[in-house]
């Protein structure tokens, strides 16, 4: 991937930043915030997109997936959506862990 996240340091990007850090058209950029849903920048009155660095990170993802791993947009959403349900499986799997481990904590000093 890329590595923009390092780099961000304003609160808010405009189209035209964006576009040349990923060295693509503003077109693009609007193109993909059409086609996926969790890349929702914020708009001004006037209509124009500001980007955070959190839209910026979604974006980078789907830059990787569909320009460097080649995904198609179709299995580039489907490959979001996996990762988000992995990202929730660990984290439940965590709480579970960490429950144990209290647990396992209560014995011992119970002992």
Not at 78 to 98: N, V
């Amino acid at each position: 991937m890329i590595g923009i996240k390092k780099e961000l340091t304003k609160r808010y990007y405009g189209i035209g930043e964006v576009a040349d850090m990923f060295n693509v058209s503003k077109s693009l950029v609007r193109f993909w915030e059409q086609e996926f849903p969790s890349l929702k920048p914020h708009k001004t009155r006037k209509g124009e997109r500001l980007f955070t660095p959190k839209n910026i990170g979604q974006f980078e993802l789907i830059y990787h997936l569909v320009k460097e791993r080649g995904f198609t947009l179709k299995g580039a959403k489907k490959e979001i959506k996996a990762r988000k349900q992995r990202l929730k499986q660990k984290e439940k799997i965590l709480k579970k862990l960490q429950k144990v481990k209290h647990g396992l904590e209560d014995l011992r000093v119970a002992v």
